[in-house]
């Protein structure tokens, strides 16, 4: 039977729990202002403060007429305790009560602080009853004489206060003034949560989600392997509930649903941050809002190699925790002292195949399996794209998703984490496009078969090849111009995938470990967008490692080593160009599954690259343009250039491209390379200049890009 109470009508909720208590601290002022006020009672203060007499009439309607103060409060500690007896789960304010160093009174104290919060007068009467119009709000002092009839209150009130402080729930506005006259103000974000209001789903620092926000263990779409760790975890968790999981997984994986729907089963939410954000006070905070919501807090971090974070205990909360953090980088601290740890691997291909039918849910889909094979997502990701993929199609006029609406959903995707990072080529053209000699075509087509079935590829090697991810690592090596970024383009709009430049020359910072970090977060975003990565300049970090002459030196070589680790690690595509393929680390060289040389064009392939940009509409003969493929030894990309100033200036006058437009843009073309054209202004070869003049020329001062 529960224990019956005049407030047994009143509904068991958290916000009537907090009011109950505010009547309570609200009683105690009342009996501390008789008190002061001695013979002359409360009704010296009901004149100037006529809202006390409001307070009293509303509490005396509960209140037997023959209690004296002092019987007051201990009436209303035990009608408290008989109501809050009867509640179906705990409240907020009855699980702030379990910490060992707090009781009834110490929620007494933190009401008693919070009375000019509810109601400014309170905040003018302590104004009056403390001697300053500054201290609107109640000192230790004050505490400590008012709350003394319900307490033995020793220390001057501090005894009461100091859990109250260090459980974050209020800050000392006055902390150089003496002890006796600290004000508390309580924290105006918790205060909402102890005062029974439902909590902010995003604050400052730290994201609420209530348990019912997550699935179910058993709906959680994971690796076989994963899943036997969960099934044995959620055993664990049933014997031994304190405990720090520490889940770890490329961003996107679902982590966060993981430790979720774990501490949904044992019938908590969870309380998200990253750890990087928690200094002392919001330990102390974070501790306290778990305590009163019933939650696991969840500690975020994503580390680069080498670098270790350390994780402290949370004062007051004694459950589990959750830890997310990346594939890489160290934790430490007390933290870790009772931990259990899952990892979640890139999907296969089944995995992935579940959680597009499931977000799908029932939406007509043209090609799944393509989807499935074409987008190596991790489920996070999956799931954010799917609907930015429906509207897409309904931009369209359709209600079926193709691999083009996912592809373009993904886009919206990638430039959100990775616009900031690389930059985005455009993914165009084909294989007849590119004018290369056979051999190198031979093996971007040995790549680009290597690409397509990376995934496929693992399970039909021999054991001997157990370790392996599916990453594929290529290099394409040759002079500016030469094609290079240009075949990565093409590559990636063959696979259908997004294609995203990184000029290894610019992220190279002077600052100790910055270059990894930097390196760190792009590969690891690029590996989980599943976009191929292009690696400009590679000559700037894998050019041969030197002996250790000095610092500089030995953190170059460090840099170096770091992306050889990264790159044999990395789980997608990626492709290094380089200009001097004979500086390049040897290390690197057999590190590289397909290497790729250009050489620049000759003559037949230079008039095959002409033909192939010139406009169709163009006037320049046949003669001519063997002329310039034979005499001009230009690169594609330079090749590129002339054709698109001529076609300019020929779109400027209103007609064809004419051999007299292409002639000032070959002129314009030499003298920006610092060089004389072969050919004068009558289109005949100069019998002082040769090829091998202007590209001696180009030796010393081309710095085009591939």
């Known amino acids: 039977m529960p224990a019956q109470t005049v407030f047994q009508h009143i509904q068991r909720t958290p916000r009537n729990h907090f009011a109950l208590w505010y009547f309570a601290a609200a009683y105690t002022m009342l009996a501390d202002l008789h008190m002061l006020a001695g013979e002359a009672g409360l009704r010296a203060w009901f004149e100037p403060y006529p809202f006390l007499h409001q307070y009293l009439d509303e509490m005396a309607a509960f209140m037997p007429d023959d209690l004296t103060w002092q019987e007051g409060h201990h009436w209303w500690q035990r009608e408290l305790a008989a109501w809050a007896t009867d509640t179906p789960a705990p409240l907020p304010l009855q699980r702030l009560a379990t910490h060992p160093a707090w009781n009834a009174t110490t929620l007494l104290a933190l009401a008693f602080l919070g009375l000019s919060e509810e109601d400014s007068r309170f ?96 709906a959680l779409i994971l690796p076989e392997r994963t899943q036997t760790a969960v099934a044995n975890l959620r055993t664990m968790l049933h014997e031994t509930p304190h405990l720090s999981i520490v889940v770890r997984g490329m961003p996107g994986s679902e982590r966060l649903p993981l430790v979720g729907a774990l501490a949904r ?121 799917a609907p930015l993929a429906r509207h897409q199609a309904a931009l369209n006029g359709r209600n079926t998703i193709t691999p083009a609406d996912i592809q373009h959903a993904s886009r919206t995707l990638n430039r959100e984490v990775l616009d900031t990072q690389a930059t985005r080529l455009d993914a165009s053209g084909g294989w007849a496009h590119l004018v290369v000699t056979e051999s190198t075509r031979e093996r971007l087509f040995e790549l680009e078969q290597r690409c397509r079935h990376r995934e496929h590829l693992l399970a039909h090697l021999a054991p001997v090849y157990a370790g392996s991810n599916r990453g594929v690592r290529a290099m394409f090596s040759g002079a500016s111009g030469t094609g290079k970024t240009f ?85 997608g595509i990626v492709i290094v160009t380089t200009n001097v393929a004979d500086q390049i680390d040897t290390a690197f060289q057999r590190r590289m599954d397909v290497v790729v040389h250009f050489i620049p064009p000759d003559a037949v392939a230079r008039l095959r690259i002409w033909a192939l940009h010139l406009p169709e509409t163009h006037q320049v003969s046949d003669a001519y343009l063997h002329r310039i493929a034979t005499a001009c030894a230009l690169t594609g990309g330079q090749i590129r250039n002339v054709a698109l100033n001529a076609t300019l200036a020929a779109l400027d006058e209103g007609a064809p491209v004419s051999e007299r437009h292409l002639a000032h843009a070959l002129a314009a073309e030499y003298r920006k390379a610092g060089g004389i054209c072969p050919l004068d202004e009558t289109g005949e070869v100069r019998a002082a200049v040769g090829v091998e003049t202007f590209m001696n020329t180009l030796g010393h001062n081309g710095n085009g890009r591939s």
């Open 123 to 218: 905040g003018t009467l302590f104004a009056q009853v403390q001697g300053s119009p500054a201290l609107r709000r109640p000192t230790v002092e004050t505490v400590g004489r008012a709350l003394s009839t319900a307490s033995a209150a020793p220390d001057g009130g501090w005894a009461l206060c100091r859990p109250i402080v260090e459980a974050g729930l209020a800050d000392i506005t006055n902390p150089d003034d003496p002890r006796a006259e600290w004000m508390l103000r309580p924290v105006p974000w918790l205060w909402d949560v102890v005062r029974g209001e439902p909590p902010e789903t995003e604050h400052e620092w730290l994201a609420w989600h209530a348990a019912d926000t997550f699935p179910a263990p058993n």
């Open 265 to 385: 089963e044992q019938g908590y939410g969870v309380v998200v941050v990253n750890a990087a954000d928690l200094d002392k006070t919001r330990r102390r905070q974070l501790a306290t809002f778990c305590r009163m919501q019933h939650a696991w807090p969840v500690l975020r971090a994503e580390l680069p190699p080498g670098e270790r974070l350390r994780l402290d205990a949370l004062p007051g909360y004694a459950g589990t925790v959750g830890i997310i953090v990346g594939a890489v980088g160290g934790i430490e601290g007390a933290l870790l002292a009772r931990s259990v740890g899952l990892h979640i691997p890139p999907l296969h291909a089944n995995e992935r195949r579940r959680y597009w039918q499931q977000v799908l849910d029932g939406t007509p889909v043209d090609d799944l399996e393509t989807i499935v094979e074409r987008f190596h997502l991790p489920g996070g990701y999956i799931r954010r794209i």
């Open 487 to 571: 075949a990565a383009r093409i590559l990636a709009a063959e696979l259908g995938m997004d294609i995203y430049r990184v000029d290894l020359s610019a992220i190279v910072n002077k600052y100790i470990g910055e270059t990894e970090k930097n390196l760190h977060r792009i590969f690891t975003h690029a590996e989980a967008l599943d976009v191929i990565l292009l690696l400009d300049e590679g000559d700037a970090l894998l050019g041969k490692r030197t002996n250790v002459a000095n610092a500089n030196d030995r953190y170059a070589n460090l840099e170096t080593n770091f992306l050889l680790q990264r790159m044999e690690t990395f789980g």
